[in-house]
């Protein structure tokens, strides 16, 4: 079941600073999980159909920490306004819509077969506060074959009418919610997720807490992404510290299960303390730091000093589902963080950027993002001959240059999850 064994050029890196280059080599993968990846075939190994991919890249499936599957229809537009405006005459006029069932059906159709045929193995999503329609979600992307966390979005104060919920009702709709999906698929998990703290009140966050603790379901939120949202978490409560403490103290960041926290840009000292004491993974989703002009988080810092990180697209904040492109674009940003704000933080290097957009995000589902021993088998594999060059290349140049010229979009000829190919 599921057994057999890659061949092909193989990219990964198991550490932060580590890139392992394998020129024809072979992963052996036995009933969906990693053996290990070899130089040579061993012996072991021979009587196991080969998936021959000679000349390509094999590499990690890309791991999307914070993506809106709502978001997805407008995604491109509204990038000349700030995290609360846009959200306003964006994010929150479109979600109400996945009321209607139909908008729904068509709107998710493309949200989930964009995922299908990108190079993301791995996603954590955001609803809306519409059950069947979250649940529909659910069903699209069990079917596409990602490993995804899904969440019923929450919201009881300061959100449009069309998507306030009462306090009680929030709650009694994720109960059913969780009901509704316990046991239903294979590679598809509900998720807590409380939009964030302007439209959630206390009461509604403690008995998310609650919920996440006694089900043993990770959560998922945005935390500091914009001066005027920080302002405004102050004011709503006074009593907290800093942002993440109001999370905190609801049991919704990190102290009773995982939790990821989007964009985290304008994180105090005390707050990424307290993130790394409890393992709070952080979603680092660079086109939405520019998009909606929030800034540009200190990433280094991050990974100095031992935080978890991985990647987000961040639809709509972002315009793109690709992973390449948050590479890239986390990249470029690190520059410009080194350049024009700290110039004792280095830029990320290409090996720091894949495994962000790989092992990093991945550890939040578990084993995946790498291909070590015991690790589940998620792979993509580029024709990089798409991308023609006259000059040799060694395997981790090909590797840089696929990430930089879109190889994803231009060369994706194979995608496997939990070792199974999807096409």
């Known amino acids: 079941m ?31 999980v990693i053996e290990l990846p070899y130089v040579e075939l061993p012996d072991s190994a021979k009587d196991l159909p080969v998936h ?54 068509k709107a998710y159709t493309m949200f989930a077969d964009a995922l299908r045929y990108s190079a993301t193995t791995r996603a954590a999503v955001f609803g809306t506060i519409h059950r069947e ?3 529909l979600l659910m069903d699209k992307l069990e079917k596409n074959g990602i490993v995804s966390y899904v969440g019923k979005v929450n919201m009881d104060r300061n959100s449009p009418e069309s998507l306030t919920e009462t306090t009680e009702d929030s709650y009694r709709e994720t109960v059913e919610f969780l009901a509704e999906v316990d046991g239903r698929y294979r590679n598809t998990y509900p998720i807590v997720t409380p939009r964030f703290v302007p439209s959630c009140t206390d009461k509604l966050l403690q008995k998310l807490g609650w919920l996440s603790e006694q089900h043993d379901i990770p959560v998922q939120s945005h935390l500091s992404e914009n001066p005027n949202e920080i302002k405004w978490v102050k004011e709503l409560c006074p009593e907290s510290r800093f942002y993440g403490e109001v999370y ?30 409890r393992g709070v993974f952080i979603a680092h989703c660079p086109a939405s730091n520019m998009n909606v002009a929030s800034g540009i ?11 978890k990180v991985g990647l987000g697209s961040d639809i709509a904040g ?15 940003l690190s520059r410009l963080y080194w350049r024009h704000i700290d110039s004792t933080k280095k830029p990320l290097s290409f090996p720091e950027a894949l495994y962000m957009a790989t092992k990093g995000g991945g550890r939040f589902f578990g084993k995946a993002g790498s291909f070590e021993r015991g690790f589940e088998f998620d792979a993509i594999v580029i024709d990089d001959s798409a991308l023609p060059h006259p000059q040799e290349l060694n395997l981790r140049q090909r590797a840089e240059r696929a990430v930089w010229l879109g190889g994803d979009q231009k060369g994706l000829v194979a995608k496997y999850v939990r070792g199974e190919r999807l096409f």
């Open 2 to 32: 599921n057994s057999f064994v890659i061949k092909g050029d193989i990219v990964f890196c198991p550490y932060q600073r580590q890139m392992v280059a394998i020129d024809d080599g072979y992963i052996v993968v036995r009933d969906g």
């Open 52 to 105: 021959d991919f000679t000349g390509k890249l094999v590499m990690p499936g890309m791991v999307d920490l914070h993506i809106h599957a709502p978001q997805y229809a407008f995604r491109g537009l509204g990038a000349d306004m700030e995290l609360l405006d846009w959200l306003t005459h964006y994010a929150f006029k479109e979600e109400a819509k996945y009321s209607d069932r139909e908008y729904a059906e």
């Open 133 to 135: 329609s979250t649940v």
């Open 248 to 277: 905190d103290s609801a049991g919704l960041f990190g102290s009773n299960t995982n939790t990821v926290m989007a964009h985290c840009v304008w994180s105090t000292d005390d707050e990424i303390a307290l993130m790394k004491e």
């Open 297 to 307: 988080a200190p990433i280094r810092r991050y990974l100095t000093e031992g935080l």
């Open 318 to 332: 972002g315009q793109s589902v690709s992973i390449f492109t948050a590479m890239v674009e986390a990249m470029q």
